[in-house]
């Protein structure tokens, strides 16, 4: 059964950084496109950032320039380090594996952005 855990959320004053890491069993890690989505509450899920199985990275406008994703094909794990962070960061945040046919999705992990 494939399995995405997430791990790295938390409670985080604003201006701070965070670091989520998803780490994702047993697939063959290297061939799925890995993305960050988030959740706030009353809101629609949206991308946050995205790496394709070579390499290519995409991010939310909102996020640019603050977040930046990475892969490790050997250890099956992405990452998403997060700086700067605002009050608005605050969601629910979830990884997510993709390629044709398939798609899984993690079980989140809470990050609040508060003073």
């Known amino acids: 059964q494939v399995q995405l855990v997430e791990s790295g959320g938390g409670l985080v004053q604003p201006g701070g950084s965070l670091r989520l890491s998803c780490a994702a069993s047993?697939?063959?890690?290297?061939?799925?496109?890995m993305d960050w989505y988030r959740q706030a509450p009353g809101k629609q899920r949206e991308l946050v950032a995205a790496?394709?199985?070579?390499?290519?990275?995409n991010y939310a406008d909102s996020v640019k320039g603050r977040f930046i994703i990475s892969r490790d094909n050997a250890k099956n794990t992405v990452s998403l380090q997060m700086n700067s962070l605002k009050p608005e960061d605050t969601a629910v945040y979830y990884c997510?594996?993709?390629?044709?046919?398939?798609?899984?999705w993690g079980q989140g992990t809470q990050v609040t952005v508060s003073s």
């Open positions: 997510h594996a993709a390629r044709p046919y398939r798609e899984y």
């Open positions: 047993p697939i063959i890690f290297s061939s799925y496109a």
């Open positions: 790496i394709t199985s070579g390499g290519d990275t």
